[in-house]
């Protein structure tokens, strides 16, 4: 499974995080925002539409800037990809349209909260970036 997701960094390099609903797998913990990438969609293309989906915004796909990956297993064992882009331009006011609660956090402060577990070693990246 391949898998996209986005730091978006405002303006005071503070980077958004989402809390996942109920109805997931990831239920109640903190991950970057994105998802699955369909088959035949790129990679780009696929986070900018989830990004509309989730957040209301949009990001053009040359905003993206490839930042870091992760390899691991889903819960039920299936081999994941997890692609993190950076992006400081979009359109848009981010709204939780597929979360229960948004989080504007500085990058040291990310690993604070409890994050997906892939998510985890991504976050330790970014603090390291801000560092
Ligand atoms: N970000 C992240 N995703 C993970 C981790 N572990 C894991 O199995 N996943 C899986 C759960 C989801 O199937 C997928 C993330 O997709 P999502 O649920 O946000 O995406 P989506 O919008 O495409 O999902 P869907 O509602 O269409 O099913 O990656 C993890 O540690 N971090």
Redesign the pocket.
């Known amino acids: 499974?391949l898998?996209v997701?986005a730091a978006l960094i405002d303006t005071n390099n503070a980077i958004l995080i989402q809390q996942?609903p109920k109805h997931?797998?990831?239920a109640g913990?903190w991950?970057?925002?994105?998802?699955?990438v369909e088959a035949g969609e790129c990679c780009r293309v696929a986070l900018c539409r989830?990004l509309a989906?989730?957040l209301g915004i949009r990001v053009e796909p040359g905003s993206l800037e490839e930042f870091s990956f992760v390899t691991?297993?889903?819960?039920d064992g299936?081999p994941?990809v997890?692609l993190l882009y950076c992006c400081r331009v979009w359109r848009g006011e981010v709204s939780a349209m597929?979360a229960d609660a948004l989080a504007w956090v500085p990058a040291d402060q990310l690993t604070n909260y409890p994050?997906?577990?892939?998510?985890?070693p991504l976050a330790e990246r970014l603090a390291l970036l801000f560092r």
Not at 31 to 36: A, L
Not at 72 to 75: F, L, P, Q
Not at 115 to 120: K, Q
């Open positions: 499974m898998v997701a996942c997931k797998p990831l913990l991950e970057f925002p994105g998802g699955k989830e989906e989730e691991g297993v889903t819960n299936k994941l997890l597929d994050l997906a577990p892939l998510d985890v």
